[in-house]
């Protein structure tokens, strides 16, 4: 049959927002958390993560009233069994409990990358979009879940399966919260860094090596952690920025997102995410170096890296049915090919589409092998 009519819709939207780090973000000094939407009689549906507001919850209510704004601050559980569609719809009825303008009086996420991923797709999807600030309050947030435009929730047993593309109106910074942060959760953050490092930033990787250790324990409150947060950032955004919609499917910031996947969703109770990224990231390094593409010289100074900042791979979570699946769920993602980022080098990477199920399984035993002898501090490669 042939075509009788066709109407044809293009449109284009930019997108721009801006990603502004500051100071003491809850001294009612400082106007940026209001700066962006309507003050005079301006309302706030706020989500904070239960154990900021148990630092700050305090000073958050005194911020709004002191600035005349009618806030609900709704405490929302951090973690990653939180992500889920009960949590999504309990935080869209409490919005729907409180009224808000559609365009200038934009939600407020303040918490870790499971509140902004959450919250991110309560936004984008209550009335088809209202505007939302995130305010990322752990170093994974900082560096990664909220300065792109990325929401979700887990479903289905699995990560991210319903989320969003949904750029923030400003994603404000503010690292006297990572003050509070558990280390084990500053660890998480540390992965996402390293991964940068070691697939695009070998400036950062030596950075890693002289001041990594330190900025853990002082929480990246001095001049060096202050840098490398900030080198983080610009790597994260010159990634993102030219693919934000991912248009393109081989992405070097999927280093250590591929195998982590099915670990992560299997083992929630267990596995962080940055610790699932980190397994997934000395996993691909040692299929790098099995394929030659990386020296043993590099493959080492991954491995004393990672034992300088303190991280220890679960390797006991390592299992290949999980992550050779997860390999095959990234297949049908990246629209039917592999796309693994690998490294070639320190600071750069190439993208293989042939990894088979028993080069994985090999860098499994060697990894397992490598970490379970002990008193060993170097894993050599
Ligand atoms: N959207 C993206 O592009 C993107 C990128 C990377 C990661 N993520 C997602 O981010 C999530 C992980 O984020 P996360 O590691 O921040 O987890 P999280 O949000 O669960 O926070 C970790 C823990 O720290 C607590 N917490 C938060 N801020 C604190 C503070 N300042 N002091 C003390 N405790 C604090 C939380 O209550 C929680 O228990 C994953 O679900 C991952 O998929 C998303």
């Known amino acids: 049959m042939s075509t009788l009519a066709r109407w044809q819709v293009s449109h284009q939207r930019s997108i721009s927002y801006d990603i502004i780090a500051t100071s003491a973000l809850l001294d009612p000094a400082n106007s940026s958390l209001l700066a962006a939407g309507r003050v005079d009689g301006g309302r706030r549906f706020v989500v904070v993560d239960e154990q900021v507001a148990g630092y700050h919850g305090a000073a958050l209510e005194s911020y709004f009233a002191q600035h005349g704004i009618d806030a609900r601050i709704v405490h929302f559980s951090g973690g990653e069994a939180a992500k889920t569609v009960d949590a999504y719809l309990q935080l869209v009825r409490e919005l729907d409990d409180f009224p808000i303008h559609r ?11 499971v509140l902004t991923d959450v919250v991110g797709f309560v936004a984008g999807s209550y009335r088809r979009g209202v505007p939302h600030i995130k ?7 900082y560096v990664d879940a909220a300065v792109g435009i990325k929401t979700g929730i887990n479903f289905n047993g699995r990560k991210n399966r319903l989320g969003s593309f949904e750029p923030p109106l400003q994603v404000l910074l503010d690292r006297s919260f990572l003050t509070t942060l558990p280390l084990r959760h500053m660890l998480n953050g540390m992965c996402e860094i390293l991964k940068l490092a070691v697939i695009k930033d070998a400036a950062l990787f030596a950075q890693l090596e002289h001041h990594g250790a330190a900025s853990i324990a002082n929480a990246f409150q001095d001049g060096d952690g202050g840098v490398m947060l900030d080198r983080s950032i610009s790597g994260m955004l010159e990634e993102l920025q030219p693919n934000l919609f991912e248009d393109v499917l081989a992405r070097s910031v999927d280093f250590g997102h591929t195998f982590s996947y099915g670990l992560e969703a ?7 995410h940055g610790e699932a990224v980190l397994l997934d990231i000395a996993v691909s390094v040692l299929i790098a170096r099995q394929r030659g593409l990386l020296d043993a010289a590099a493959c080492e100074r991954v491995f004393t890296l990672i034992g300088t900042l303190g991280i220890v791979p679960l390797v006991e979570l390592l299992d290949i049915d ?11 993602h990246r629209n039917g090919s592999q796309h693994v980022p690998l490294p070639d080098g320190i600071g750069r990477c190439v993208f293989v589409n042939d990894i088979t199920a028993a080069e994985l399984s090999s860098a499994i035993t060697l990894l397992r092998d490598r970490t379970t002898r002990k008193n060993e501090p170097v894993l050599e490669c």
Request: net charge negative.
């Open 135 to 141: 305010v990322p309050t752990t170093l994974m947030g």
């Open 103 to 113: 365009r200038d009086e934009p939600i407020i996420a303040i918490g870790g990358g």
């Open 266 to 272: 299997h083992y929630t109770e267990h596995l962080l």
């Open 322 to 332: 999980l992550m050779w699946n997860a390999l095959l769920d990234r297949v049908e």
